[in-house]
């Protein structure tokens, strides 16, 4: 059977930085309020007007990939879009990341499953490598949260989380027993609403409820019950990351880099303190970008890899848990 070997990654955020200090210009919040429940101290916006779009920045994040790849979007079999952020309602951003791409007619296939997003496309582009189907795939994650959040004091306990920008990855078939090793992916829709952006969709309404009073902040915008997200992390994270390790034959003192979910700096120290994790075997990046749900995991990696963090022979584990609940981990040979 195929492995998928990663042969490519890379990363965009855009320029705008925004702190903690700046949201507390526009809102009830403070430097740190922000830093200490979360250890975000700034992130990335793209705003609502500066003529980019999710689209943009998976296109950006793609193109390194490809260019770490020495690849050609010629080259590419079939293109994995995971975002929560879509530029249309449908249709989604793979078909634009083709076009943009200037790829042939290949498969896009676009992944909804928010934070958890990147690690659910992952292993979608590894099972179609291990049947053979496709040789070469670009995995995306990508967000553009700030045209969505309510800055707001309403909105606070969910826009300072939120930031933009995208990673990517290339996939390719291989011969050798290395690259992913094993992946799971898990879900409980009873909790699709306590993490959930409910406007336009078939339950709360559609196209006429545009011209009405029935569009409220509470289904525009995010919503979030962040204790109770909180506590399912960690129980599922440390569920995802054990099932990943027995599937391949693995334990924890095998692992080089465990790279978590970029939801919350205490969620991912949790983690590391129930594995007893020195700090160099875990990475953390969201002080510096927040939250940027699917594109978190991959910006993560490729800043891991940049970094030198990630060696010949070192094994990963990437691990993510959010809204729907949906949650998931991969385990790479490198
Ligand atoms: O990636 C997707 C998955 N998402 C997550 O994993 C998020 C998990 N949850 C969390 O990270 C945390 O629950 C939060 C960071 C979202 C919130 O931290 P918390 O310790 O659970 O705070 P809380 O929601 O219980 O709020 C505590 C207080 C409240 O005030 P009262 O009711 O005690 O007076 C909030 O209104 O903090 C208030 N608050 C804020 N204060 C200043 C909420 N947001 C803010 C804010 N600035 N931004």
């Known amino acids: ?27 009830d919040t403070s430097d740190a309020w922000i830093q200490e429940r979360t250890g975000i101290q700034e992130r990335r916006h793209l705003g609502r007007h500066s003529g980019q779009t999710t689209r943009d920045l998976g296109y950006k994040a ?14 590419l079999d079939f293109i994995v879009f995971a975002t929560l952020s879509p530029d249309y309602f449908f249709p989604g951003n793979g078909v634009l990341l083709q076009q943009d791409l200037g790829c042939d007619t290949i498969g896009a296939l676009d992944v909804r ?27 995306v994650g990508a967000e553009h949260h700030s045209v969505g959040l309510d800055m707001t004091t309403r909105g606070r306990g969910v826009s300072v989380i939120f930031g933009d920008g995208a990673g990517a990855v290339i996939l390719q078939a291989n011969d050798q027993s290395k690259g992913i090793l094993s992946c799971n992916m898990g879900s409980q829709g009873e909790h699709a609403e306590e993490l959930a952006v409910l406007f336009p969709g078939s339950k709360y309404g559609w196209a006429d409820e545009y011209n009405d009073a029935h ?42 880099l465990l790279i ?75």
């Open 1 to 27: 059977m195929k492995h998928s070997k990663v042969v490519g990654q890379g990363y965009y955020v855009p320029d705008s930085v925004v702190t903690n200090d700046d949201l507390s210009k526009i809102m």
């Open 113 to 139: 499953n928010q934070c958890s997003g990147f690690i659910y496309a992952l292993s979608t582009a590894d099972a179609f490598i291990k049947t053979g189907m496709y040789k070469t795939i670009l995995v």
């Open 215 to 256: 569009i409220t902040p509470e289904i525009i915008y995010p919503v979030m019950n962040g204790t109770f997200v909180f506590k399912h992390a960690v129980v599922r994270f440390a569920e995802a990351i054990d099932k990943v390790l027995l599937d391949a034959g693995k334990t924890m003192d095998d692992v080089s």
């Open 62 to 75: 793609a193109m390194k990939a490809l260019g770490s790849a020495n690849l050609k979007p010629s080259d």
């Open 260 to 334: 978590p979910h970029q939801a919350n700096l205490r969620i991912s120290q949790f983690i590391q303190k129930k594995y007893g994790l020195s700090d160099d075997r875990v990475f953390n990046n969201i002080q510096k970008y927040g939250n940027t749900t699917a594109g978190s995991i991959p910006i993560a990696f490729a800043e891991a890899m940049e970094a030198g963090r990630i060696k010949e022979g070192d094994l990963v584990c990437m691990a993510a848990f959010g809204s729907g609940f949906t949650w998931g981990a991969v385990l790479i040979q490198f």
